[in-house]
Structures are given as C-alpha cells and as structure tokens.
C-alpha cells in the first residue's frame, strides 16, 4: 500500500497532466474550426475545375496533346505523403504511413516519397523504407497558403514532364468528420479528364463556351493549377484531421486522467482513514494502559 505522501504526488501529478491534456483540446478545438472552414471552402474549387478540364479536353482534343494527360507504362512513382511534425493525435499518422507501406508494396515498382512532416519520415524508417524518401519538407504550419506547396507541385510535374515519374500519387488523411479521418492515396498524374458524368456532360453541353485565347491555351494553364489546387486541398485535409485526431486524443486522456484521479482520491482516504483510525487506536490503548498503571 503506497503511503499518504505517494499518493499525494501521484494525485497533483494526474491533475497536472488533466490541466495539460484539457488545454490541448481546447487550443485543438479552435484551430479545427477554421481548418474546417479551410477544407469546405477548397473542394468546390477543386471540384469545378476537374469539370472544366474535362470539358476543354473533350472540347480541343488536346488529350493527346499536353503532357500532363499522357497515360504511360508505369516503371516509376512518386508520392507526396502528407503526415504530422506533433504527435499526441492518436493512430492518424501510423494509419497514413501503414497505407502508404501497402501502396509501395503492391505497386510492384520503384516508389519515390516526398515527405511533409517528420512523423511519417520516422515511421517509415522503422519499417525499412528509408531508402524511398527522396525529399523531406517540414511541418508548413497550421495556416498554409497555396505558395507554401508550389515548391513540392513544381519539382513533381517537372518530373512526370521529363518523365522520370510515370504517375504522382498524394497521400494524405482525408477530414470525414470529427471522428473520422480516412488515409486517402489519390492519383494526380497524369490527369484523366475523362471522369465526367453523364449528368456534368450535359451541363456543359447546354452553354456554348468560348475560351480565350483558345481551349488548348486555357488548358495547358489550368492543368498545373489544377495540381495545385488537388495537392493543397490535401495539405488542407491533412491540417483538419491532424487537429480532429488530436483533440478526440486529448478528450479521452483527460476523461482516462479523471478516471485515475478518482481511484487515486478513493485510495488515497482509505489510508489516510487507517491512518488515523491507527492512530486512535493506538491513543486509546496508551490512555488505558496509563490509567491501569
């Protein structure tokens, strides 16, 4: 049985660590608010501008044309793999970084990994993929605009340009809802602009569309924006599950701290009552030997 003394450092230790854990899920909480924010208002844009590509291809024939649309052997990848630089979020990056290793496996050819963040570049080190990382960037912060991630867009399409890579694939959490956090590897080159449905053809169909300068101008432009935009609405993605992981973790932390705190409090008056009830008894019985002496 741990003395009064133990018990005590035990208990303003656990209500240490509530303080902490609690915080974190506060400060978790309000960045999640506007990263949610940050994540709906960044799929409309992606989303229309898939369609307007599809239907400038479809328009110019230019399919054939720019090389961002050719579809080719594939004797080499490339994945930006999105993860964390902060622990405390639960099993989001080893979720990430275990569907990654399975990507890599079953692919079946050489795999290059562009790592954002330092806990993937780390996990995959434990499993024998150091070899894989080519690039490393750190964390780009809780806020990022899209010029933090043109640096990673360009040297990719400048590789599936050279075609040194034959298909660029980005691997990020998806934000499904606050309990939810899906690991996601989406397929950014080369683009298929032939995704349309019946319904979004037509759409299309039914305003004739004039494009200046012309459709394969306007698409040889939109197509690296388009890059851009899928990448970054992945970085946005990843910052709003990172901040849904982490608060969910905080919350059952301090819910296990309280729960501690109440088993520690429980046992800590148990011996503080035998103490004192020891303590009694042991007056009584001096009293009495004194008064039979």
Known sequence: MPSIRQLRRRIRGVQNTRQITRAMELVASSRL???????????????????VISNLAAVSGAQELHPLLHVR????????????SRGLCGSLNSNMVRAAVRFVLDRGVEVDIIAIGTKGPALLRSVGLSGSITSQYQDLGNYPNLADILPITRSTIDGFEAEFYDEVYVGYSRFVNLMRQEPTLMRVLPIAPDELEASEVRAFQQVDYIYEPGSDDVLSSLLP???????????LESIASEHSARMIAMRNATENAEEILSDLTLTYNKVRQTAITNEVIEIAT???AIAGA
């Not at 608010?33 to 501008?49: D, F, G, H, M, T």
């Not at 052997?73 to 993860?83: G, N, S």
Request: charged share 30%; no cysteine; proline share 4%.
């Open 286 to 288: 001096a009293a009495r």
């Open 73 to 84: 052997p594939v004797e080499r990848a490339a994945l930006i793999l999105f993860t964390t």
């Open 33 to 51: 608010r506007r990263a949610q924010e940050r994540v709906l208002a960044s799929r409309p844009y992606a989303e229309r501008i898939r369609q």
């Open 225 to 235: 924006r388009f890059i851009e935009a899928q990448v970054y609405r992945a970085l």
